[in-house]
Nanobody, 119 residues
Framework: EVQLVESGEGSVEPGGSLKLSCAAS????????MRWFRQAPGKGLEWLSS???????RYADSVKGRFTTSRDNAKNTLYLQMNSLEPEDTGEYFC?????????????RGQGTQVTVSS
């Protein structure tokens, strides 16, 4: 059974940083494409980033240059380093498993972890 468990929930001030983790199990993480999404209050799911098994990444314009996605295949863990956080970054953050690097579809998603950016 595919399991994705996000952690790193927190509340920070604008301009601050936060790092999220996603522990994966039940599938071959090292050979899988992974994604990060978020959902702001009252809004739909927004794709943030994708990462290939070899570590290549791509980002949404809204987070490019501020967020960094990485992975540790030995630990079956996905990361999202978030810098220069803005109030608009507030929301529930999800990691997801995908079958492709391009696009924004996913096959499985975690339960999410909350990020709040406020002064």
């Amino acid at each position: 059974e595919v399991q994705l468990v996000e952690s790193g929930e927190g509340s920070v001030e604008p301009g601050g940083s936060l790092k999220l983790s996603c522990a994966a199990s039940g599938f071959s993480f090292s050979r899988s494409y992974m994604r990060w999404f978020r959902q702001a209050p009252g809004k739909g799911l927004e794709w943030l980033s994708s990462i290939r098994p070899d570590g290549a990444t791509r980002y949404a314009d809204s987070v490019k240059g501020r967020f960094t996605t990485s992975r540790d295949n030995a630990k079956n863990t996905l990361y999202l380093q978030m810098n220069s956080l803005e109030p608009e970054d507030t929301g529930e953050y999800f990691c997801a498993k995908s079958n492709a690097f391009s696009g924004t579809t996913y096959t499985n998603r975690g339960q999410g972890t909350q990020v709040t950016v406020s002064s």
